[in-house]
């Protein structure tokens, strides 16, 4: 009997383990996640706040802040994809209906397309910006940071346009992201709490 319960228990614990994510995706899902809240707070902080809430070091001090956490999302989006082509994520509960499955599976290519089209379209932005040479960029204040050179070295007037356009590209992302980001977590809730589907524990370490 003990042997049969301990062959029981140790088939439960593997078909557990295949219905959670793997340890490294759990981690980089977590910090990507943690990065992006901060860079959103520190976004708003420096366009909703009153003119004179900063002083020039303060504000230069979030916007670098800003663009070195995004650069680091980046790196860790690419890290997510890499690993996730070559490590299979758990299949959904078998009980999700089909237009659930296809909700879920376009949630996941958006949140995958704007979580790199944010620091791209800000990378773009900033090259783009008529003092960029003046002012190198540190990730971290730390690391030195490529511009794309290219873009520094159109015409003044073509970067002051393309800074401009990026810019907005940038802010419509932003926009974009805060939407997807709200119906993935009101839909890992409805999963959890409505439906009674143990979704949330396959992201759980």
Not at 30 to 35: C, M, P, Q
Not at 106 to 127: C, E, K, Q, R, T
Request: charged share 15%; proline share 6%.
């Amino acid at each position: 009997m003990k042997t049969s319960l301990s062959a029981e228990s140790g088939f439960d614990s593997a078909a557990g383990a295949t219905q959670k994510y793997t340890r490294v995706a759990v981690l980089l899902h977590w910090l990507i996640a943690l990065l992006i809240l901060a860079n959103i707070a520190l976004g708003l902080s420096a366009a909703l706040l009153p003119d004179g809430t900063f002083s020039d070091t303060g504000i230069r001090f979030v916007i670098d802040t800003h663009k070195s956490i995004g650069i680091t999302v980046l790196g860790l989006a690419i890290l997510r994809v890499l690993w996730r082509l070559t490590h299979r994520p758990p299949p959904l509960p078998a009980e999700f209906p089909g237009w659930e499955r296809a909700a879920a599976h376009a949630a996941h290519i958006a949140l995958y397309v704007l979580i790199f089209a944010m620091p791209l379209s800000g990378w773009l932005h900033d090259s783009a910006w008529v003092a960029a040479a003046s002012h190198p960029m540190y990730l971290f204040g730390l690391v030195p940071w490529p511009r794309i050179g290219f873009i520094m070295n159109l015409d003044p007037a073509t970067k002051e346009q393309l800074h401009s356009q990026f810019g907005a590209l940038h802010t419509a992302c932003s926009y974009a992201l805060y939407g997807v980001l709200v119906l993935h977590v009101a839909g890992a809730l409805k999963h959890q709490w409505i439906d009674r589907h143990s979704v949330l524990r396959r992201m759980m370490p």
